[in-house]
């Protein structure tokens, strides 16, 4: 693979490290830009850097404390209200934002549609109206897009009738309509040739959000996202790139839905909690069987990143899992169904549940058990959270 780009997918449920190491390559080799290329504000990206500067990143790419501009593609779903505040807390540098005018727009009705529905069916959404954005704009051709935000009066009917349609308690149209039009004159919005010339000017990061295993067709459904977790998207913008899967030592979920190695590992999270939609922070022995299913629907990998190489040697009891018993049966490979069937996903997602973990071991060299599981090279490993935490393999 010769391709100078490269794209950062989470082969689990989300949290496995992607923006520490996103970081991390913009912090060993000059890129022109982080390209985001799926979901929206309910990422949570942790980096931390060398002096102690800490940032949870939402919508701004995690090359930003480097200085690497960050371009939102037309597969973002764009929360103004929700990216006012990341950048005050990154001290506005809308110099380093370009977001294309495709971007779909999320709105405050939208994340009070998702509240009201995540009440009452628990699926482990993030609660920020993500899905509910995606959801909406399936059925509405006028669905607010970014370009939007340059024409006010276009804005205002299009988010008049999103508050309509959901019919849910929110601020005053003017308050947002306002907001709206505030964020178009501070960030630079483009057309779809930006992301090619972005590329053709130097070594760009797709960093993806959440995980394969969250996939809104490949995940167990229902608990998954409206989005596109695996590469697909990225390689529409370069079909040319590295693809590069992060995996934890040890595998998590934040919130509901199948976790077949779940266990009390007594693993203290220090970036991850219980919060009112997603609920507990969990954690479980490595999973390579799902891990494995991951990598086969993703289209395959060209290299691993391994975070938290440090927790084994303070987890004794950490074991990785290669196979399933369920209903007397050995399970060693989850078999991917056909594309976009809904109903597939959620007989796996009841067999994942009656499923129980077999075939445990503890490896001498975790980076390699991990990649002989996975059938990739290891190009990163990661003993803590920072970029000097981090070696290439």
């Not at 919508?59 to 960050?70: I, K, Y």
């Not at 608990?223 to 529409?236: G, M, Y």
Request: proline letters at 7%; a negative charge; one cysteine or more.
């Amino acid at each position: 693979m010769t391709s100078p780009h490269v794209a950062v997918v989470d082969l689990g449920y989300g949290d496995a490290g992607k923006g520490t190491v996103v970081d991390f390559l913009c912090a060993t080799e000059e890129k022109r830009a982080v390209l985001r290329f799926n979901g929206g504000a309910q990422a949570a990206h942790n980096v931390i850097t060398e002096d102690g500067r800490h940032h949870t990143f939402s919508q701004f790419g995690s090359g930003t404390l480097r200085g690497v501009p960050t371009h939102l593609t037309r597969f973002m779903v764009v929360d103004p209200l929700s990216l006012a505040g990341e950048a005050a807390a990154l001290g506005n540098p809308f110099h380093l934002l370009t977001v294309d005018g495709e971007a779909l727009l999320a709105t405050p009705w939208h994340r009070a549609a998702n509240q009201r529905r995540e009440r009452s069916l628990r699926h482990g959404s993030c609660g920020m109206g993500v899905g509910e954005t995606m959801a909406y704009a399936s059925e509405h051709p006028d669905a607010p897009k970014v370009a939007d935000v340059l024409s006010p009066a276009r804005l205002r009917r299009r988010l008049a009738a999103v508050r309509e349609a959901l019919d849910v308690p929110g601020p005053p149209l003017d308050d947002v309509v306002e907001a709206f039009v505030a964020f178009g004159e501070a960030v630079r919005i483009v057309g779809p040739s930006w992301t090619s010339r972005l590329l053709s000017e130097g070594p760009c990061v797709f960093e993806g959000a959440q995980g394969v295993l969250l996939d809104e067709w490949r995940g167990w459904h229902p608990h998954t996202t409206w989005s596109t977790t695996t590469f697909d998207n990225a390689l529409s913008l370069c079909p040319d790139l590295l693809r590069l899967g992060v995996v934890r030592t040890y595998t998590t979920r934040h919130g509901a839905g199948p976790f077949v190695t779940e266990a009390p590992l007594g693993l203290p999270e220090v970036h991850n909690g219980r919060d009112p939609w997603q609920g507990d922070f969990r954690v479980g022995h490595f999973d390579a069987v799902a891990h494995r299913y991951a990598v086969e629907v993703a289209g395959g990998v060209d290299a691993l990143a391994i975070t938290h190489l440090d927790v084994p040697d303070r987890s004794p009891s950490l074991r990785i899992c290669t196979a399933y018993e369920v209903d007397g049966e050995s399970w060693d490979r989850i078999e991917p169904g056909p594309p976009r069937d809904l109903a597939y996903q959620e007989r796996l997602g009841e067999r994942l549940r009656r499923a129980r973990p077999a075939g445990m071991y503890r490896p001498d060299d975790w980076c390699e058990a991990i990649a002989s599981h996975l059938g990739a090279p290891v190009l990163v490993e990661s003993h803590g959270p920072g970029a000097a935490d981090k070696k290439p393999r």
